[in-house]
């Protein structure tokens, strides 16, 4: 009976280190995406100033004929686009901070170079670039700079998480009995 016994204790055992094994590489993989992930914000920007470079030389990868133009149908004043501009910023910089004061992963800084990029080819049809270009990038410097910001916060807080549990299996060989509730959404 007893070395029946010591087999089901090493077999146990040889489980719980596979185990602790395998949590150890999901939690380094889990760092390393969270560091790939804290660039996102970078590259969001990045992306932004080649879109603001090519608004500043009046979009010469895209000449549109005044025949396109009359299709669209007539561009909204000025003074219209410079509103929408304004609510977007606000929200966008509202929804950004109740993002970063909820601790929530969310992957939306592209989106907002799509957005405004829109407000430049708004701008552009309707021949209003040139006095509306330094409005669209100031609100787009500050909405991805809020952005880049949070989206660092976030992993940083996060990477801070997974390092003490990392630290703690490298300590003790065993897994933590408690994981801390990540708040991330699906």
């Keep these: 009976m007893p070395q029946q016994e010591d087999n089901l204790t090493s077999a146990d055992s040889a489980t719980a280190e596979g185990a602790v ?3 150890r590489q999901e939690l380094e993989q889990e760092i390393n995406r969270l560091k790939r992930f804290s660039n ?3 590259w969001a920007c990045s992306t932004f100033l080649i879109v603001c470079m090519l608004a500043w030389r009046g979009f010469p990868l895209l000449p549109l004929p005044d025949l396109i133009i009359a299709s669209l149908g007539a561009p909204p004043p000025p003074n219209v686009i410079s509103m929408v501009l ?3 910023t606000f929200s966008a910089i509202i929804l950004s901070l109740s993002r970063l004061m909820g601790n929530i992963e969310h992957k939306s800084s592209f989106s907002h170079v799509g957005y405004l990029t829109g407000f430049f080819l ?3 049809i309707a021949k209003a670039l040139d006095d509306n270009y330094w409005a669209v ?3 787009g410097i500050t909405i ?3 952005e880049s910001y949070r989206i660092w916060s976030f992993c ?3 990477i801070t998480v997974v390092s003490e549990q990392l630290a703690y299996i490298s300590r003790t060989g ?3 009995l408690e994981e801390p509730n990540s708040a991330q959404l699906p």
Excluded: I, N
Aim: hydrophobic share 40%; charged share 25%.
């Design 21 to 23: 094994e395998k949590r």
């Design 40 to 42: 996102r914000g970078l």
């Design 86 to 88: 304004l609510l977007y």
């Design 122 to 124: 708004f701008y552009h």
């Design 137 to 139: 990038f100031g609100a």
């Design 144 to 146: 991805l700079g809020v």
């Design 156 to 158: 940083s807080e996060q």
């Design 174 to 176: 065993r897994l933590p």
